[in-house]
């Protein structure tokens, strides 16, 4: 079985500070994390992925990721937020082990970011 | 690279008739397609998955008679909303994955269509 925890439903932050979007997951095999970024009324955008190699994980945008394996940890990170960040964000996992090639979508954490 | 068109981006239709909803991936080829539905301020919805020329697999509680989906080519997979009732309004959006172990297996998504039945 595999999930993933978004624990925010909003996070608010003031533009130019550095923004985190927390995800937490669980699967029996390898992880592969995924963030997507959606905008209103629009698909969702891949931002970036964890497969394996280097822990800080670096996508779109400016973007990253840190995975902390001992943490079962995918933290969406950026140093200095923008308002035109502000949007849907969506952290994905699967098994990477073979299991279940379908991914486990979050139920998403909207940012908000203020001028 | 890896893009995923869908068409129309918005249909409104009366209630009681079909809509077809056609997804392509532009740029790769796509073994793998999955349909989402999405509610407002919701995540979204796994409805089905569908490989290339096999039938779609439906997601508990998705009526498979009433969405009806062809995965026909690597590059095009259609949902088609049959009879639709207004419960049946939502924001649908589909995925594509490609081959696996290449650049392009990441789910990659279409900019959605929001479907209005009257």
């Known amino acids: 079985a595999q999930s993933v925890a978004q624990p925010e439903d909003q996070v608010n932050v003031a533009e130019g500070n550095p923004l985190t979007v927390k995800c937490t997951y669980s699967v029996s095999g390898n992880p592969y994390l995924f963030w997507y970024v959606q905008y209103p009324n629009r698909g969702l955008q891949f931002l970036l992925k964890?497969?394996?190699?280097?822990?800080l994980v670096k996508g779109s945008y400016g973007f990253e990721a840190e995975f902390n394996k001992s943490q079962t940890s995918f933290h969406l990170k950026k140093p200095s937020a923008l308002v035109s960040d502000s949007a849907l964000y969506f952290c994905?996992?699967?098994?990477?082990?073979?299991?279940?090639?379908?991914?486990?979508f979050g139920r998403g954490t909207s940012l908000i970011v203020h001028p | 690279g890896a893009v995923v068109s869908q068409h129309p981006s918005r249909v409104i239709c009366k209630s009681g008739t079909s809509v077809k909803i056609e997804c392509r991936s532009l740029d790769f080829q796509a073994t793998t397609m999955f349909w989402y539905r999405q509610f407002p301020k919701q995540s979204l919805m796994l409805m089905a998955t569908s490989n290339e020329g096999s039938k779609a697999t439906y997601e508990q509680g998705v009526e498979k008679d009433k969405f009806l989906i062809n995965h026909a080519s690597l590059t095009l997979s259609t949902l088609t909303v049959t009879s639709a009732h207004p419960e049946d309004s939502s924001f649908y959006i589909c995925?594509?994955?490609?081959?696996?172990?290449?650049?392009?297996?990441?789910?990659?998504f279409g900019p959605g269509t929001r479907l209005t039945v009257l």
């Open positions: 994905a996992v699967r098994d990477g082990s073979g299991g279940s090639y379908i991914p486990t």
């Open positions: 995925s594509a994955r490609g081959l696996a172990g290449t650049s392009t297996d990441t789910q990659y």
């Open positions: 964890y497969i394996t190699g280097d822990n």
